[in-house]
C-alpha cells in the first residue's frame, strides 16, 4: 500500500468500509446537502460485496445560498432545485476536481477507475454524475440516487466522450425536494450524452427524499453487475 491520504484532502477524513476480503474495487459514494458519509457508509455496509470498499468522504462546510447562507456540509452552492436555477459552475467544478484526485489516488494504490463506481444522493448523486461524466477517466459505472446533472446545458459538449458509462438513476415519486420529474428530464438528457441502452431509471411508489429497501437491493445489484469478483 503506497500513497498518502493527506495529500488528497477529502480522503483524509473519510469514512472507509474496508472490503473483508482483498480489495479489487471500490465504490466512492457522496451525501447530500447536510450531511456527512457516516449515514450511507453505515447503509452501504448493508449491501457491501466482499472484495468492494466504500469510501464515504464529507463535503466541507460552505455557505449554501438556497439556505440563507447558512454554512452546512455541501459540495457546492445551490441557488435553487429547479432545472433553470442559477448554479454554481465553479464550485462544482471544483468539487468534480476533488473526487477525480480520489480516483487517481485509489488507481495510484491499485484499483484502477474501471474498478471504481461513484455514486451518491440528492446534490452527491449530481456531483458524481458530473464528474464521471466530466473525467477523463472511465469509471466502471455511476449510482445517481434522488438527484439531476448539474450544469446540464453544458452538455453534450462537457462531456469527455465516453460513451458506456452504465448509469442507475433512481428517484421517489412522491420525492417534494427533487421532483421525480426533474430525475426523468435528467434520464432523457442522459440519453443524449452516453449510449441510451446504458441508463436505467427506477422510481419508487411513495418514496420521498430518501432511500429505501428495494432501491438498495437494486443498487446492490448493479455493483455486483459492474464490479464483478476478478
Keep these: 500500500m503506497c500513497g498518502n491520504n493527506m495529500s488528497v484532502p477529502l480522503l483524509a477524513e473519510a469514512v472507509t468500509v474496508s472490503a473483508l476480503e482483498k480489495e479489487t474495487a471500490a465504490v466512492i459514494f457522496l451525501h447530500g446537502l447536510g450531511d456527512s458519509g457516516h449515514g450511507w457508509a453505515d447503509s452501504l455496509r448493508g449491501i457491501q460485496l466482499p472484495h468492494v470498499k466504500f469510501i464515504c468522504p464529507h463535503a466541507p462546510a460552505i455557505p449554501v445560498t438556497l439556505n440563507m447562507k447558512s454554512m452546512m456540509p455541501a459540495w457546492f452552492d445551490l441557488m435553487g432545485l429547479s432545472p433553470d436555477s442559477p448554479e454554481d459552475e465553479s464550485g462544482i467544478k471544483k468539487a468534480a476536481e476533488s473526487i477525480k484526485a480520489i480516483i487517481e489516488h485509489e488507481a495510484k494504490n491499485g484499483i484502477p477507475p474501471h474498478r471504481i463506481i461513484l455514486g451518491g444522493f440528492s446534490q452527491g448523486g449530481a456531483l458524481s454524475l458530473y464528474t464521471a461524466l466530466t473525467c477523463e477517466y472511465q469509471v466502471a459505472g455511476v449510482v445517481a440516487l434522488s438527484c439531476w446533472l448539474p450544469l446540464h446545458q453544458s452538455f453534450p459538449s462537457a462531456s469527455s466522450g465516453n460513451k458506456n458509462i452504465p448509469i442507475l438513476q433512481c428517484h421517489g415519486e412522491t420525492d417534494f425536494m427533487i421532483p421525480v420529474q426533474f430525475g ?21 411508489p411513495g418514496l420521498t427524499h430518501s432511500s429505501c429497501p428495494q432501491e438498495m437491493a437494486a443498487v446492490k445489484e448493479f455493483i455486483e453487475k459492474y464490479l464483478p469478483r476478478i
Aim: glycine share 0%.
Design 184 to 204: 426523468a428530464m435528467t434520464a432523457e438528457k442522459l440519453k443524449n450524452i452516453v449510449n441510451p441502452h446504458m441508463i436505467t431509471f427506477k422510481t419508487y
